[in-house]
């Protein structure tokens, strides 16, 4: 025990303590819906994405290329000089295979997550997305991936009218 | 006016457990009443409270701090909540700190609470907003996916290995078996239980990180013309410092944590530290996951980038080692009540300092410790520094 301590306060509950109608308990659920405005520079990028295109923007003082695309450096604290478009390819910066949901349930095929660093960007500046159309043990940190879109009439203007990226196809 | 110098004279704290039957306002008043009867102050003593405390949505209640204010001792008292994420426990005593400081306020206490179990079916979705709501959340991420790719990046760019890794869970566990309020400790833990233990998102599994937690953490801070007059043996805070990197966390290096540098380095300033390898003897950075601890040493210079794994190899952060790192057990041990695992570690020092952590205690009357917590969206960093020496 730490020395002239104690006892510790707390006191620690059970499943058991549940189902044996120790303790009583109130359940409740909010109600919480949301609309969100995309702003100037995310809505610049949204139409990008419905046109096929992956937006980045390029602050002349840093002269950092930022993605997604922002009104202002956040470094330089100044407006953003210019949204430049960006190739839909990029590098896996990391990834994961991950198998369990957002409450810790299983999945048997893990998803994929990953940062990709896009092509056109800074050294280090990607997004977030998943990878796609690959074996998840082939997988590696370096792998070169482009976008695989979905049919421009089904795109929303929303960051998942990329399905996934997916390996580049190596041409001979 | 000159900066006060500030002292921390006394500590408490509620065990750490899965679930509580105690209310968030009843931890809270635990931990508050036993850091007042640690140095026999009531209080009306108290000039002022602080208040740790992380999302409103794990509780479902809105303006948390002013429904926690009761259990704080707040009651008719200067009052406030801060909160940045993860890193929440630490800079609340920050904040208690400049309070005192100033020269506002004399004695100032400060309290952190979260009870996590009231969210269900999982802690982890009251999390899920962290992420962006138009360029991420569409893919339906969860948490653990921040984790898992940065801990990726880690190994990856350094070319550290799962064991090395799962190293620092088995010490932090196992420093836990001592700890009288610990969720998860465990005397006989080996690396190979976390190597195998169920894989959630690659590289991150199970055992890598630390159990959702209810409980709360308090200590009590006076100014230096007080302190003594409450304790023969006040703990003195030498440095703190604070710093955000950008909330674009995928415009940034995931292997090394330079926020967590620059709050170090500010704090280091302050305590005139210039060698923190030789002049911090004791270490509590954050570990909510195992790899954290590492990249957290890295970050605060106490060792060379990609070399924290080798120092825990080699027995350096052992609570008997040169330098030993969570000898509290830690988030992964201790368990992981967001804010109050952060103030646990200020308490921790507080109580390693003036030699009371009991099983605990690390050998060879440590003079210098250094808390640090990390959060928001991998993006903060919070340190304290504290000593048995007052700054001069």
Redesign the interface.
Known sequence: ??????P???????EK?FEQDK?LYLH?E?DAR?A?D??VA?GA??AGLRRGEILGARCNECERT???P?AFC??CFRPMDSYVPLADRGTV????????????RRIEQ?EI???IEIEGASE???????LGEVEPERVT?GMRVQAVWKPAEERQG???DIRYFKPVEETQ | MGKRNVAVVGAG??????????SPKE?AW??AR?ALE?CELTIDDVDAVCMGTAPDAFD?VHRKGEYLSDGAGAWGKPYMRSYVGGGTGVFAAIQGWYHVASGMFDTVLVVCEEKMSTYY??A??AF?TI?D????R????????IF???M??YM?TYGISAEDIARVAVKNKRNAAG???ALLGDPDITVEDVLNSE??????RRLDVSPVS???VAIVLTSNDKASGVTEHPVWIQGVGWNLD?A?W?????AYPEYVENAARDAYAMAGVTEPRKQIHIVEPYDPFDYKELHHLEGLQLADRGGAPQLVADGVTERTGNMPVCPSGGLLGVGNPIAAAGLMKIAELF?QLR???????VPGQPERGLAQAWGDLMQVGTVVIMGNEEAS
Not at chain 2, 13 to 22: N, P, S
Not at chain 2, 250 to 254: A, E, F, G, H, S
């Open positions: 025990m730490t020395a002239n301590l104690g510790f306060p707390g006191t620690a509950l059970s303590d303790v409740d909010v949301f969100w995309t702003g995310v990028y949204l930022v993605v997604p922002r956040e470094r910066n990391t990834f994961s295979l991950c198998y369990v949901t957002w409450d810790v893990p997550p990953a940062v280090l500046h990607g997004i977030m997305h998943k940190v929303a960051i998942t | 704290m509620t065990r750490f457990v899965r679930r509580a039957q105690d931890l635990q931990a036993m640690s479902g079916p999982h982890q979705a899920l992420f709501h138009t360029t991420e569409p893919l339906k991420p969860n948490l653990l996916w898992a790719l940065e990726k990046r990856e700890h009288p309020c894989m959630l998102a690659s590289p991150v209810d409980g709360a950008t674009y995928t415009n940034r290096d995931l109580w030699g009371e952590a009991g099983e605990r205690q």
